[in-house]
Nanobody, 124 residues
């Protein structure tokens, strides 16, 4: 069993940046493709991006491409999401997920484990 914990959320002004972190207990994250998703009130969970096991390949959703960077440090068992140029539409609960599928995937159903999420609020 993998337990994921996100951190780094908070209140930020429009135009600002945040770095979210995801760590795990129970298993090493290097065994998983990792993804970041977000869910705004009243909306479906949205794909942000994903990173392969080694950290050398990433893929991003259209709404954040160019503003988001996912990275990982397998030695520290950590995955990160850097978000820049934040705007109020980025306000959401941000989740990390771990997938046993060996390839990059943006499908929620491919992720086996999820964290509880961290709230990001962007003020205008």
């Amino acid at each position: 069993q993998v337990q994921l914990v996100e951190s780094g959320g908070g209140l930020v002004q429009a135009g600002g940046s945040l770095r979210l972190s995801c760590t795990a207990s129970g298993r090493t994250l290097s065994s998983y493709v990792m993804g970041w998703f977000r869910q705004a009130p009243g909306k479906d969970r949205e794909f942000i991006g994903t990173i392969n096991r080694g950290g050398g390949s990433t893929s991003y959703g259209n709404s954040v491409r160019g503003r988001a960077t996912i990275s990982r440090d397998n030695a520290k068992n950590m995955v990160y999401l850097q978000m820049n140029s934040l705007n109020p539409e980025d306000t959401a609960v941000y989740y990390c997920g771990a997938s046993q599928i060996p390839t990059l995937t943006r499908r929620q159903v491919d992720y086996d484990y999820w964290g509880q999420g961290t709230q990001v609020t962007v003020s205008s």
